[in-house]
């Protein structure tokens, strides 16, 4: 499968933005979606991560009640709405593809078959 993530830019702290990561080449709803970001000079950390039902969701303690993952399977498209934008959530962000059809969730990277190319979310203090 194929990932192309979009939607990152520059905002001000307190603000808003939508990721979109559209997937392409097989089967959409076969796979368990992630996010994932780095920053300069760390490793990258999870984010958040959606089965391939939609039905549950999981996030990293420093961005629960802060951003939501949802996805189309319809529309092959994962989508991260991240609100109360801080600072420190300044990074590249990735998303991520696992083959797996079950209701488990991974945060670790080495777990996921397939990364998009990342896109550059900044916030500005």
Do not use: H
């Not at 039905?55 to 991240?82: C, E, H, P, W």
């Amino acid at each position: 499968v194929q990932l192309q993530a979009s939607g990152g830019g520059l905002v001000q702290a307190g603000g808003s933005l939508r990721l979109s990561c559209a997937a392409s080449g097989r089967t959409f709803s076969n796979y368990l979606m992630g996010w994932f970001r780095q920053a300069p000079g760390k490793e990258r950390e999870f984010v958040a991560a959606i089965p391939w039902s939609g039905r549950s969701t999981y996030y990293s303690d420093s961005v629960k009640g802060r951003f939501t993952i949802f996805r189309d399977n319809a529309k092959n498209t994962v989508y991260l709405q991240m609100n109360s934008l801080k600072p420190e959530d300044t990074a590249v962000y990735f998303c991520a593809a696992k083959d797996y059809i079950g209701y488990n969730y991974y945060r670790s990277p080495s777990d996921y078959d397939y990364w998009g190319q990342g896109t550059q979310v900044t916030v500005s203090s």
